[in-house]
């Protein structure tokens, strides 16, 4: 429990707010990374792609109804101009069996350009029905971009304010550490590397970095110990600081 290394009273409980400026750099990095935009802009964006997927799934259909009714249109003009053709060789006909050929071919022309609207209309309908689809997924998709745009500038101004603070909290840290012994503080960096603590006060013979009552025979040793030893705590693995709270 005992080290070979001695140091101040007073330097060792330099220790404790060398341990607080830690344990505050630790917190504000844990807040920076667990902030609630983070998770919100995660699931975001999950939603983002699978609303992108739909999209295409459904402006391929739009597409494919756009086909089709470019192929009926298509025929609907060839139809017309069948028609126009046929009733002008029949204006121009003085053959009684020519014209009732053509009025035969007309008559099944006119069925099959009305069965060709009757056609082009219902694929209109469903191709206009099919834009208000891609149309509400396009309003969707604006939708969540202005929602991921608010929550990236709420998080950036959280990261800027918590940054400042961190950046305080560092400085503060590398003046402090500073006046601390090299020895003492190798020793504390070592510890809190390994064991995430560095240093531990003791009150009221309960070590605050763990949590744990030291035994009697642990409280005995550290009393018996010079005011300078360094001692460390059989818990935490940290430098065990004594003050006028510790119960000696």
Known sequence: MTMALTASP???????????????????????????????????KQHRDKLQLTMLEERGIKEDIELEMSRIESDVTVVEARIARDTSRLDASSSAKDVAALEQELTALRTRLSNLEDIELAVMEKLEAQQKVVDNLAEQADNLRTQAAELEASRDEALVVIETELGATRTGRTALQATIPDDLLALYERQRERYGVGASLLRGGVSLASGVKLLENEMQEIRAAAPDAVIMCASSEGILVRTNESGL
Do not use: C, G, S, V
């Open 10 to 44: 007073a330097d060792q409980a330099l220790l404790l707010d060398l341990q607080a400026f830690d344990t505050k750099i630790a917190q504000l990095e844990y807040r920076a990374k667990k902030l609630p935009e983070h998770e919100k802009l995660t699931e975001l």
